[in-house]
């Protein structure tokens, strides 16, 4: 815990070196120090590695404004904070904010036998727990897409080597945080490392036409879903690999543009067209990912749901499903201009909060609940779990730090 500690108590020194009442907010870096940490000898290895990659981070200093309306292209979007590399969007911090609880509800709360099905992972069928990543990639499309069109309208052309180191870097994090031992490689396709391959996987197209990154999309899919029953890696991943393994990058890749076709939507002139889309690509997504699912006669046989197997039918429903969940925060934070300010914290710092919960889990599990408890003390332990991990984010936020790649 200290070392979690230690790193939201930068934020003083920061705001007393870079920031005063007068100057305006300005980008800086900042690089925390490595110092000596008393763990176990089993808990060393993750502070170390988590450690490592810091200086590879950047911590930038932003304010907190009033609400305000703002203009960007044709679409008349509500936001309630500022920050120095641009506008923040209030749905798609609260969308993120919804996915960070999520996961920390499943990642803590799977972990618990009395629990219901429904937040725990399955090889062969589809929770709630299996809609989160899906979700986390979709919004780091949407955010993507965002940021090129700006840095374009800025005047920056040359914008796919700085985003393809930028990827790699998440994906050298990933694999450190994952366990870097050459032996355990099958089992490094967790989020940070899925997101990076299916970024690097999507630059090639982000500036294309939405019906390209549409068929670029759908032609991974249809690879890897081929790749996947006719080829032998069915067993493989299935016994020794998690997320679709090294091969899962293509349905990861095909979120990932879902999620810049997302943008697109935002894009639309009419705010009620714009949810009108979202809504029917949602919808049509769930319909052929349902289709896809059963059989076919003698034509094709069932293609069953699994995350673990990335099947084509589960990337469908996925994608789908992430679309009609945004259209609540769209309505409520874009239209309505209503804020949930715990869903905005977390939204505001996606990354630290991964790690931050990841490291809370690796090395105090389910804090001081035991795994057999009952339904009434697991929950105890998460709320307990939630507020710490929620804590951290508000510290960041009061102290103006956002941790980014």
Same mark, same amino acid.
């Given at each position: 815990?200290?070392?979690?500690?230690?790193?939201?108590?930068?934020?003083?020194?920061?705001?007393?070196?870079?920031?005063?009442?007068?100057?305006?907010?300005?980008?800086?870096? #900042?690089?925390?120090?490595?110092?000596?940490?008393?763990?176990?000898?089993?808990?060393?290895?993750?502070?170390?590695?988590?450690?490592?990659?810091?200086?590879?981070?950047?911590?930038?200093? #932003?304010?907190?404004?009033?609400?305000?309306?703002?203009? #960007?292209?044709?679409?008349?979007?509500?936001?309630?904070?500022?920050?120095?590399?641009?506008?923040?969007?209030?749905?798609?911090?609260?969308?993120?904010?919804?996915?960070?609880?999520?996961?920390?509800?499943?990642?803590?709360?799977?972990?618990?036998?009395?629990?219901?099905?429904?937040?725990?992972?399955?090889?062969?069928?589809?929770?709630?727990?299996?809609?989160?990543?899906?979700?986390?990639?979709?919004?780091?499309?949407?955010?993507?897409?965002?940021?090129?069109?700006?840095?374009?309208?800025?005047?920056?052309?040359?914008?796919?080597?700085?985003?393809?180191?930028?990827?790699?870097?998440?994906?050298?994090?990933?694999?450190?945080?994952?366990?870097?031992?050459?032996?355990?490689?099958?089992?490094?396709?967790?989020?940070?490392?899925?997101?990076?391959?299916?970024?690097?996987?999507?630059?090639?197209?982000?500036?294309?036409?939405?019906?390209?990154?549409?068929?670029?999309?759908?032609?991974?899919?249809?690879?890897?879903?081929?790749?996947?029953?006719?080829?032998?890696?069915?067993?493989?991943?299935?016994?020794?690999?998690?997320?679709?393994?090294?091969?899962?990058?293509?349905?990861?890749?095909?979120?990932?543009?879902?999620?810049?076709?997302?943008?697109?939507?935002?894009?639309?002139?009419?705010?009620?067209?714009?949810?009108?889309?979202?809504?029917?690509?949602?919808?049509?997504?769930?319909?052929?990912?349902?289709?896809?699912?059963?059989?076919?006669?003698?034509?094709?046989?069932?293609?069953?749901?699994?995350?673990?197997?990335?099947?084509?039918?589960?990337?469908?429903?996925?994608?789908?499903?992430?679309?009609?969940?945004?259209?609540?925060?769209?309505?409520?934070?874009?239209?309505?201009?209503?804020?949930?300010?715990?869903?905005?914290?977390?939204?505001?710092?996606?990354?630290?909060?991964?790690?931050?919960?990841?490291?809370?889990?690796?090395? #105090?599990?389910?804090?001081?609940?035991?795994?057999?408890?009952?339904?009434?003390?697991?929950?105890?332990?998460?709320?307990?779990?939630?507020?710490?991990?929620?804590?951290?984010?508000?510290?960041?936020?009061?102290?103006?730090?956002?941790?980014?790649?």
């Amino acid at each position: 815990m200290s070392d979690i500690l230690l790193f939201c108590r930068i934020g003083e020194s920061v705001l007393a070196d870079s920031v005063s009442s007068t100057d305006p907010p300005r980008k800086k870096q #900042y690089i925390l120090p490595v110092r000596p940490v008393q763990y176990k000898a089993e808990k060393l290895r993750l502070v170390l590695q988590i450690y490592f990659f810091f200086p590879f981070f950047k911590i930038y200093n #932003y304010r907190i404004y009033k609400p305000f309306s703002i203009k #960007y292209g044709c679409l008349s979007m509500h936001t309630t904070f500022s920050s120095p590399d641009g506008q923040r969007i209030a749905s798609i911090d609260h969308f993120r904010g919804y996915v960070i609880f999520g996961m920390i509800l499943v990642n803590y709360l799977g972990l618990f036998h009395c629990m219901p099905e429904l937040l725990k992972h399955h090889d062969r069928s589809m929770s709630y727990a299996d809609t989160i990543a899906p979700a986390f990639v979709f919004i780091s499309g949407m955010s993507c897409l965002m940021t090129v069109q700006k840095k374009m309208k800025a005047g920056r052309k040359w914008l796919i080597p700085a985003l393809a180191k930028r990827f790699t870097i998440l994906i050298l994090i990933g694999i450190v945080l994952y366990n870097p031992s050459p032996r355990n490689w099958n089992w490094w396709w967790d989020a940070l490392v899925d997101i990076g391959f299916a970024g690097l996987l999507s630059l090639l197209f982000l500036r294309c036409r939405q019906s390209v990154r549409c068929l670029a999309a759908c032609a991974f899919l249809l690879t890897y879903q081929i790749f996947f029953s006719r080829c032998g890696y069915e067993p493989w991943v299935m016994s020794r690999s998690i997320n679709g393994g090294p091969a899962g990058i293509l349905p990861w890749g095909s979120l990932f543009l879902l999620g810049t076709l997302a943008w697109d939507l935002m894009n639309t002139r009419s705010f009620r067209k714009s949810m009108m889309l979202f809504l029917v690509w949602g919808l049509g997504l769930c319909l052929t990912g349902c289709i896809f699912y059963f059989s076919w006669g003698d034509t094709k046989e069932l293609w069953y749901l699994s995350q673990r197997g990335m099947t084509l039918p589960y990337t469908l429903i996925s994608g789908g499903l992430c679309f009609l969940t945004f259209l609540p925060f769209r309505l409520l934070n874009d239209y309505g201009e209503k804020e949930i300010r715990p869903l905005r914290t977390f939204g505001i710092n996606p990354l630290a909060l991964y790690m931050i919960q990841y490291a809370l889990l690796e090395l #105090y599990g389910t804090l001081f609940v035991s795994e057999n408890a009952g339904i009434l003390p697991a929950l105890s332990g998460f709320a307990a779990f939630a507020l710490v991990c929620y804590a951290a984010a508000e510290k960041l936020r009061k102290d103006n730090l956002i941790l980014r790649i």
